[in-house]
């Protein structure tokens, strides 16, 4: 199913159509402020194991991040010390995912021993609104054009033809980009850009 939502006329009934699809289980493709992406509740384990077979891994062994609207909730997550919630702050909501040491609730979510966690408070109205109304982060990650000049696909009309039997539903907010997020290591000591996307990191 596609759905078309536009940023000047957001209806809080498709908000409601969307949170009710992820709560039962569902995948969804969606824009965020760099590339179309693929998400679900990350309390769903059926869902998450979907995501993670349609990506060709398993959820313990895939690079999946969580989609946060605001900091606040980041102590659930992730351990974080004050230096890098500060820099956090001036570069979210943005194209950054962070990568930071997980916390306890991690491994339970994944079925993993993962160490680290991306997260994500992308600068877009669409997923922002999703996390708000489910109350919960998603678990994301970009969707791949398997066209090598084209690393990631941004037609919602085209990703509906590929994916439309795959997923539950595909939200087309417009055009999306080809560029992905500016990923930052904040795991150890320092601070290390690991892959230079649209980001452009504010110390």
Known sequence: MLLKLYPDNPNHREFRQI??????????????????????DINNTKAVQRIAKLKGTTADKGNF?????????????AKVDNTTFKMMKKNLPGAFTFILQASSNVPK????????????????????????????????TSIHDPDEVVEYTTDPELINEKYNKQVDLIIDGG???NTA???????????????PGIGELIL
Do not use: M, Q, W
Request: include cysteine.
């Open 181 to 195: 997020s500016t990923i930052v290591d904040c795991s150890t000591d320092s601070f290390e850009i690991i892959r």
């Open 65 to 77: 991040s969580l989609i946060c609207n605001n900091l606040s909730t980041l102590s659930e997550y």
């Open 175 to 177: 055009y999306g980009n």
């Open 109 to 140: 979510l994944f079925k993993s021993k993962k160490k680290t966690v991306g997260i994500r408070v992308p600068n877009h109205f669409i997923p922002l609104r999703i996390v708000e109304e489910l109350g919960n982060p998603i678990l994301t």
């Open 19 to 40: 949170v009710d699809i992820l709560k039962n289980g569902g995948i969804i493709i969606y824009p965020t402020d760099t590339v179309y992406a693929i998400g679900c």
